[in-house]
């Protein structure tokens, strides 16, 4: 029904939005407030709660997010089933409560809407990464965006902008890789493509950056344990992608559950208010990671009760409690009509909530369609999507003339990962094969292969099956390619099914293959057959064991949903391989410290007796490819830059061998400064370039000379005059930097 001068201005969408934000905050009860700021959930978390208990915390006590779908345990998967819940449930806070005030919806869509059965799946983050790609990674989000939309869904929980370091970790999968500006590019470009043109355009989602601000070096890799870290490593290494994020106008920010330098970030006001609200300028909500606000006094122990949680979390700058049910919402309403919390602090949080129900048009038409979501939903346009990013992440770690087959070959195909959809998409999706819409690879290989097709998995993830069996097979085919790797893992490698027993592979205690895995490679390369290794993986493992045994490595990631089809494309030469490694893949599990960008370092005694500080098996940037390319002829415009220039490197690409293939321009920048110990090298900026074969083109590379500077505790940025070296492909020159700036 539309509207009249009569209705109540926050009903009336011809008034500017804080117009109505502050007529309908003005209308609100304590208890109404307190309740736009908790959110539940329906499905099974640590308890089972069913929709109409959610519609019943809406109607009682005006609880204002839900997640009633796009997580592990949450209850709705089907893509009919969401849309009525959706529905229902919007009809209830519109239609059963006293303001009518629209509920809005989160998920976990980070690689795709992958916990929606039937979705177009994404590479997971390290997989995204790899094609270092940024406009490629900010169409699949925008086809994310759409899909989470139509299911009637307003926030997603991502993009991550941790940057992943420590292969132990097992949440580094999500993460875009080790270096601050690939993630940061990265994370900006998710952000764009999840916000489109705004909230107030169509098919937009709220981005969420997380998990602010430096979650992903825990204490010995477990997952939300204590983080210790300095403030030029913090500022350097973990603030700068949400920087970017912050740059692109990501409306909200989730904080990590650690505790960082001894402060649990979730009831940190210097993390939340000093840092992220005063030095870095954000004003769009905070909302809790899960159970965040519960970890205050249960895990953390800074707070003696719930109450006394919800207190610090709420002063110390936190919006929403995502998951905070009925019992914060009314610890909230306790504070306040005791007058231990001021209403402004819940004031403040309501406008930012309200603000954006607004702006997203809730107000007006706060359900979706059935029929529109099921044609979304698994579009083929979403599923080319996806196809063409596990395409470009592709990376051939090896190859030692194995590759790419003829097609002609007979091909045993084995191996934990070769015929599991679960495992191919990875974590933070659905858990149940009859939900992904898609291929495997032993599938995909069938069809792709005109020669005999023979298969045996031999192993689980970390149980011997008939390793001998599939040695038998192996000798009698022209070429075996053994799927390798990792399953279906949350956080601790564990959190659903399929999952393995605690302490078996997948664990943090080990970062190589599990024994079994090995145990079938050793059986197969014993029996003469050239082997192929694909790497469906969340992580970089430690496979010197393989490399040394295969003649070929692929590292496929957790492609998703078209993964299947993009490997088999890249074994017989259909794809050429593309992608670079987002992450330094370490010799063995002693190398879990292990990055590109190191710092200058004393050497007490000698070189000689110093073992390299960076020798990985495979370093960050790796990727090999069908055909050859030869870079050279740099050059800068200008040799003297200062304060606000941006250096324009030019090189010379040059295809030189006889295929079409693309190539990634890596900039990376090395100095010494005369106060503050800087990384070896750093990198400033990347390129891709397509080529056919014989073709020469000149790539420009922009480095903002601002971004050649460090966060120097004390004084805030600054980049200290002198010479930097900006390198390609080994090729170096210099620019002089004049006078000191911030």
């Known amino acids: 029904m539309p509207s009249s001068d009569a209705d109540p201005e926050y009903q009336r969408p011809d008034l500017p939005v804080s117009r109505r934000v502050s007529d309908l905050l003005d209308r609100m009860t304590v208890e109404e407030k307190a309740g736009q700021l908790v959110g539940t959930w329906a499905g099974q978390m640590h308890r089972a709660v069913d929709v109409e208990e959610v519609a019943e915390l809406v109607r009682e006590k005006h609880l204002g997010c839900a997640a009633p779908f796009g997580w592990g345990g949450s209850a709705g998967t089907e893509v009919g089933e969401i849309v009525d819940i959706v529905n229902e449930l919007q009809e209830v806070a519109t239609e059963e409560t006293r ?42 989000a925008r086809v994310t965006a759409t899909e989470v939309a139509a299911t009637g869904a307003h926030q997603n929980y991502g993009p991550t902008c941790d940057v992943g370091r420590d292969p132990r970790w ?31 355009a169509d098919d937009t989602v709220v981005a969420t950056a997380k998990h602010f601000p430096a ?47 001894g402060e649990p970030v979730h009831g940190s006001e210097r ?140 091909v045993f195909v084995g191996g934990p990962n070769a015929d599991d959809l679960v495992s191919q998409v990875g974590g933070w999706s659905v858990e149940s094969e009859e939900h992904v819409d898609g ?21 689980t993830h970390s149980d011997r099956l008939d390793v001998d069996a599939a040695a038998e097979k192996a000798a009698d085919a022209d070429v075996a390619v053994l799927a390798l790797g990792e399953g279906w893992y949350l956080h601790e490698f564990g959190a659903g099914d399929p999952r393995t027993e605690t302490g078996e592979f997948p664990t943090r205690e080990r970062i190589a293959l599990g024994e079994a895995q090995q145990e079938l490679v050793e059986a197969v390369a014993e029996t003469g057959t050239p082997v192929v290794g694909v790497l469906v993986t969340g992580r970089p493992l430690a496979v010197e064991h393989l ?89 800068v415009d200008a040799d003297v830059v200062g304060p606000g220039d941006t250096v324009e490197l030019d090189v010379t690409v040059e295809n030189v061998g006889d295929r079409r293939g693309s190539e990634v321009v890596q900039v990376y920048s090395a100095t010494e400064s005369k106060t503050l110990v800087m990384p070896e090298r750093r990198l400033q900026a990347f390129e891709r370039v397509d080529l056919d074969a014989g073709e020469r083109a000149t790539v420009t590379v922009e480095v903002p000379v601002e971004n050649l500077g460090v966060y120097a505790p004390g004084d805030g940025h600054r980049v200290e005059a002198g010479d930097y070296d900006l390198v390609v492909d080994g090729e170096s020159v210099t620019v002089t930097v004049e006078g000191d700036y911030l």
């Open 99 to 140: 303001l009518g005030i629209p509920l809005f919806f989160n998920v976990d869509a980070v690689h795709g809407h992958a916990y929606v059965a039937g979705s177009a799946v994404f590479p997971n983050g390290l997989g995204a990464a790899a094609t270092w790609d940024p406009e490629l990674v900010e169409a699949g």
């Open 215 to 261: 979650y992903s070096e825990p204490e010995r890799g477990e997952d939300a344990a204590p983080v210790d870290v300095s403030e030029y490593k913090l500022r350097n290494t973990f603030v700068p992608p949400f920087e970017a994020a912050l740059d692109e106008g990501v409306e909200s920010v989730m904080p990590c559950y650690n505790s960082i330098n």
């Open 170 to 200: 097992g949440r580094v999968f999500e993460t875009f890789g080790e270096s601050p500006r690939l993630v940061a590019e990265m994370a900006a470009a998710k952000v764009r493509g999840y916000q489109g043109d705004g909230l107030e």
């Open 271 to 410: 993390w939340l208010t000093d840092l992220l609200r005063g030095d870095l300028g954000f004003d769009g909500t905070i909302v809790s990671d899960w159970g965040g606000v519960r970890h205050l006094t249960d895990d953390h122990k800074t707070a003696a009760d719930l109450r006394e949680a919800t207190y610090d979390a709420r002063t110390a700058g936190l919006d929403v409690a995502s998951v905070g049910n009925d019992l914060e919402q009314e610890e909230l309403v306790d504070l306040v009509e005791s007058g231990d919390l001021a209403e402004s602090v819940l004031d403040s949080s309501v406008e930012r909530v309200l603000e954006r129900k607004f702006r997203m048009g809730l107000f007006e038409d706060p359900y979706v369609e059935k029929a529109e979501a099921v044609e979304t939903v698994g579009a083929d346009d979403h599923q080319a999507a996806a196809l063409d990013t596990a395409r470009e992440a592709m990376t051939l770690l090896k190859n030692d003339d194995c590759l790419p087959l003829s097609g002609e070959e007979d």
């Open 547 to 635: 490399d040394e045994r295969a003649e070929a490595v692929l590292m496929a990631y957790f492609p998703g949903t078209m993964g299947g089809k993009a490997v088999a494309e890249t074994l017989v030469g259909e794809n050429n391989p593309s992608g670079r490694l987002a992450v330094t893949v370490p010799r063995s599990g002693t190398q879990v410290d292990v990055h590109h960008d190191h710092l200058h370092q004393p050497r007490p005694i000698g070189d000689s007796e110093h073992p390299d500080s960076y020798d990985p098996l495979y370093p960050f940037g790796h990727g090999l490819s069908y055909t050859t390319f030869e870079t050279g002829g740099l050059s």
């Open 439 to 459: 291929t495997t690879i032993a599938e995909e290989i069938r069809a792709h292969v005109d020669g005999e097709v023979t298969y045996e998995q031999g192993t």
